[in-house]
């Protein structure tokens, strides 16, 4: 079967041929019909759990992921050959991923059957993109009305946070280029923030020399996050997903939040695909690609130029 993988950790990555897995008693073997591109992807072919897990080369990307059950392990229970699902594969050792025609995965992995209103290609793209951003939105404890800046709202994640704490009755501010700004106001964001122009924090002192209640930050660098945060009212939530956060600063400035780790459950995917197939979210599905197109998509990816979610389609 044909994948994407690396070689060694930091390797570059290829589209190899390598023999179809076998699933063990209690694994599902799937037909991938619809990977999505997360930046954990890379970030695990680069190394970031070196040390931490165990891994296997060639190191085959992916996380998300959707497609047909071909193979049901005899341990195996609700699940059956046919079935149509999606979630998280990831699981030990790394380096079995969706990047390829076929996956094994555990059955006890994060896995639903595909619900009526969702696609496969929305479903690929959901589980961590969509919880992290639900996650979030729930843990910001804010009340309606509340005034939030999402920066790196244009992406995977932000997309379905901007939405997410729209639906939740907040006001959003979302940072966005030009060429982006009227799709964040579409998505029920009341304002954007270009942050190709000058660095957000001055723009939002600026507009809102009052300061906000909320903030939710995918992109910043330590200093940048520390800026914002500053502006964030007494009481108020700033989460960071890049580990930038300093606690004892944010105890200080007596926020709540800080840095942000998924922790991804069954209940949390299932209010996130009510969300979905109710409608009161659009699953940002922005391209759908080849195996072929991954090195040069997982390059974007590298340089933050995602928009909202880039699908590997298998079909
Ligand atoms: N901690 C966790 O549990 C967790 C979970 C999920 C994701 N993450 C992390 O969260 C980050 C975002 O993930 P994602 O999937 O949403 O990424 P993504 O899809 O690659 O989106 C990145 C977006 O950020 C924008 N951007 C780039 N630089 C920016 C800046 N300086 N200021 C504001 N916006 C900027 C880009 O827009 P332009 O191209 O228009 O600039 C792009 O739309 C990644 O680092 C990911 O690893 C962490």
Known sequence: MRAAA?????????LIDVPKPQAGKDQLLVKISAAAI?????????????????????????????????FCGEDVTGFAVGDVIFGQFL?????????????????SNLLMKLPDGLDIFQAAALPTAGMTALQMVENLDLP???????????GGVGSFAVQLAVARGLKVIATARPAKATGMI??????????????????LRQ????????????????????????????????FTTAFVANDSE????SLKGGNFELAADQTLLERLVDHAVTG?????????????????????????RSAGKTIISFD
């Open 250 to 253: 944010l105890q200080k400035l």
């Open 280 to 304: 009161r979210v659009i699953v940002p599905v922005d391209q759908i690609i080849s195996l072929d197109d991954v090195p040069d998509n997982i390059r974007q990816s590298r340089a933050g």
């Open 38 to 70: 997360n930046p954990f992807d890379w970030k695990v072919a680069d190394g970031i759990l070196k040390g931490k897990a165990p891994h296997v080369f060639p190191l085959i990307l992916g996380n998300d992921a959707a497609g047909t059950v071909e």
């Open 186 to 203: 579409k998505l029920g964001a009341i304002a954007t923030i270009d942050h190709t122009s000058s660095p957000v924090s001055d723009q």
């Open 91 to 107: 699981h030990m050792p790394l380096g079995e991923g969706p990047y390829a025609e076929y996956a094994r995965v555990p059955a």
């Open 6 to 14: 690396v070689q060694s950790f930091g390797g570059q990555l290829e």
């Open 207 to 238: 507009l809102y020399p009052g300061g906000i209640d909320g903030l939710i930050d995918l992109m910043s660098n330590a200093a940048e996050f520390s800026a914002l945060s500053a502006q964030v009212k007494q009481g108020g939530t700033a």
């Open 144 to 154: 309606e009305g509340a005034t939030i800046l999402i920066v790196g709202a244009t």
